[in-house]
């Protein structure tokens, strides 16, 4: 008869992370002392976005098995979900006095120092994740690049991150955030026509973001296309609503009555 952590591997190798965390559990039971479980467990918690729980189950691992730079790994994702930035970062340096070349704890600790706003930080992170990366998928290398972006565009070094949000699409042309901060990166540059024209290939693949058609009508209220701009801006004030985003409706319902009732110039 197979064995409870066996059977709690192949539940969540088959995606079945409740049958999987039941398993762990009766593993936990039989055998308190059992590392992996508690981590594999944990996995099954992060998998169900349970990080409260998943923190606890890696500590229990920690516990019993200190050297475990998978275990400080996956409490650093738990705890980066729950806003626990330093703490998240605590847990990466971890893995990186484990294992020093682990591309994915510079890329994870870049994106917890982002979350408090240390953008140089974070790009040093990135950059040392792109340069020990292992072959990985177009979207993952694309996520890299698109995060390096928008730190660069947030610390006013717009070209630097126009180029990564080219080589983002590069790797991924159905990208959307990609194309998105690349037209925020084109406006603060003062290329209102080519921040349109990226905001428009967002809305090619997704219809339904409020925030781009937003973006894309106060451009155009900007270079003097007021039909455009009511336009966009009805169609981001109707999604906002869609979404009950109340507070930001009734700000784009203000500005769109301000852009309708002024008076029109004619050259």
Do not use: W
Request: proline fraction near 2%; aromatic fraction near 12%.
């Amino acid at each position: 008869m197979q064995d409870s952590f066996q059977q709690g591997v192949d539940a969540f190798q088959s995606q079945r992370y409740e049958q999987a965390i039941a398993a762990f559990t009766q593993a936990i039971r039989q055998n308190p002392n059992r590392a992996a479980a508690y981590g594999n467990r944990c996995l099954a918690y992060l998998k169900l976005n349970q990080n409260s729980l998943a923190i606890a189950d890696c500590t229990q691992a920690l516990e019993r098995d200190f050297s475990n730079a998978e275990f400080y790994l996956n409490r650093g994702l738990a705890n980066y979900r729950l806003g626990l930035y330093t703490a998240a970062i605590d847990n990466y340096n971890q893995v990186l006095s484990l294992k020093p070349d682990d591309y994915r704890a510079f890329y994870n600790r870049g994106l917890a120092e982002f979350g408090l706003a240390h953008y140089s930080a974070a790009i040093a992170d990135y950059n040392r994740s792109l340069q020990r990366t292992p072959q990985l998928s177009a979207a993952r290398m694309a996520a890299i690049y698109d995060d390096r972006g928008a730190a660069y565009l947030l610390i006013q070094k717009p070209a630097a991150a126009v180029r990564d949000f080219l080589q983002a699409i590069n790797y991924d042309a159905s990208d959307s955030s990609a194309f998105f901060n690349l037209a925020c990166a084109c406006h603060q540059q003062g290329y209102e026509l080519a921040a349109i024209e990226y905001f428009s290939q967002v809305l090619g693949m997704d219809s339904h973001q409020a925030q781009t058609y937003l973006n894309r009508g106060l451009i155009y209220s900007q270079i003097g296309k007021k039909q455009q701009a009511i336009a966009d801006l009805h169609q981001a004030a109707h999604y906002l609503q869609q979404q009950g985003s109340q507070a930001a409706y009734q700000q784009v319902t203000r500005i769109l009555h301000q852009l309708q009732t002024e008076p029109s110039v004619f050259g």
